[in-house]
């Protein structure tokens, strides 16, 4: 099997929860550092103009959204594994709670506190990523506000806890551990007022320490050239699958675009090689090898002709 390649950043949360799974599944893999603001040429010739990370790469077969990566690594590697006790449901509903509300709090607050020490192109990057999601200009009047949202949100992890239960669901780390723990992670690295936030927390804390001792596997830092050459000595998996009893009325061979509906709204156009319920994938013919595989979670993008 090709090598697991990450493509993201060290302070991304959403990173944060595949290196985690890596950690937990005792995983090698690859990572390759991404480009932190827009155009990001490297990333998007990957993926075909998609901009969020992170991205995975297992040789020429390219999956986007933390989701979807998450699904795909239970897949290949089921143990341990990160849907204990038949949870995959919830596990995964949990990600809106995480990705939204959460997200919101924790990396809203990060930006308000800090917003007059980033550089100027990173904030225009992030107004423009975050339109109609996050109003960027007025984090720093929302600081307080954010962080009774913060606490809020810690909360529901100290309630959760409070019956003594070692992780989020029983006596076994999960996604929905992760879910939760790299909202709180991003919040101790950037705002320096966190430990007032968490006072009195203490379930949360004890939680804290045990989710990240799972660590983040073995790593192996690597260029995007020798990612590129990954994606070009190796075709995309053959196993494809595809439906045509779809309300969208698309089928196999047909040309669509591919586009988050939250933010970082970048269309991926390709030929369309498998649907499901929950995947789309579609083929790109440019881009650093003669055929690239791109592959979406249905939840979360909009798929049109």
């Given amino acids: 099997m090709a090598a697991i390649i990450l493509h993201?950043?060290?302070?991304?949360?959403?990173?944060?929860?595949?290196?985690?799974?890596?950690?937990?599944?005792?995983?090698?893999?690859?990572?390759?550092?991404?480009?932190?603001?827009?155009?990001?040429?490297?990333?998007?010739?990957?993926?075909?103009?998609?901009?969020?990370?992170?991205?995975?790469?297992?040789?020429?077969?390219?999956y986007c959204d933390s989701r979807l990566i998450a699904e795909e690594l239970e897949e290949r590697y089921p143990s341990p594994s990160i849907f204990p006790g038949g949870s995959k449901g919830l596990c995964m509903a949990l990600s809106t709670w995480s990705d939204t509300d959460f997200h919101i709090a924790s990396s809203g607050l990060t930006i308000g506190v800090n917003k007059d020490q980033f550089p100027l192109e990173l904030m225009a990057d992030r107004k423009a990523y975050f339109k109609g999601f996050m109003d960027v200009d007025r984090l720093d009047a929302d600081i307080a506000h954010l962080t009774t949202q913060l606490r809020a949100h810690a909360s529901l992890i100290e309630e959760q806890l409070s019956d003594g239960r070692r992780f989020w669901l029983g006596?076994?780390?999960?996604?929905?551990?992760?879910?939760?723990?790299?909202?709180?992670?991003?919040?101790?690295?950037?705002?320096?007022?966190?430990?007032?936030?968490?006072?009195?927390f203490g379930k949360l804390v004890e939680w804290e320490a045990r989710v990240k001792a799972i660590g983040h596997g073995r790593r192996t830092n690597i260029s995007m050239e020798e990612a590129s050459e990954a994606a070009r000595s190796t075709p995309p998996n053959a196993g494809q699958s595809s439906i045509?009893?779809?309300?969208?009325?698309?089928?196999?061979?047909d040309v669509v675009v591919v586009t988050p509906d939250d933010y970082g709204r970048e269309p991926v156009t390709g030929r369309l090689v498998a649907l499901t319920v929950r995947q789309v994938a579609i083929e790109k013919e440019h881009g650093v090898a003669e055929r690239i595989v791109v592959h979406f979670p249905r939840i979360g993008f909009r798929i049109e002709r």
């Avoid at 937990?24 to 990001?40: H, N, R, Y």
């Fill in 8 to 62: 993201h950043f060290d302070a991304s949360p959403f990173g944060e929860k595949i290196r985690l799974i890596f950690g937990l599944k005792g995983l090698s893999w690859k990572s390759v550092d991404a480009e932190l603001i827009m155009p990001k040429p490297k990333l998007t010739a990957l993926t075909g103009g998609y901009r969020k990370t992170p991205v995975m790469q297992i040789g020429s077969d390219i």
């Fill in 171 to 200: 006596s076994e780390p999960s996604l929905a551990d992760f879910h939760a723990y790299v909202e709180i992670w991003t919040a101790r690295a950037y705002i320096h007022f966190s430990d007032n936030i968490f006072a009195g």
């Fill in 244 to 253: 045509v009893n779809d309300e969208l009325e698309i089928s196999e061979g």
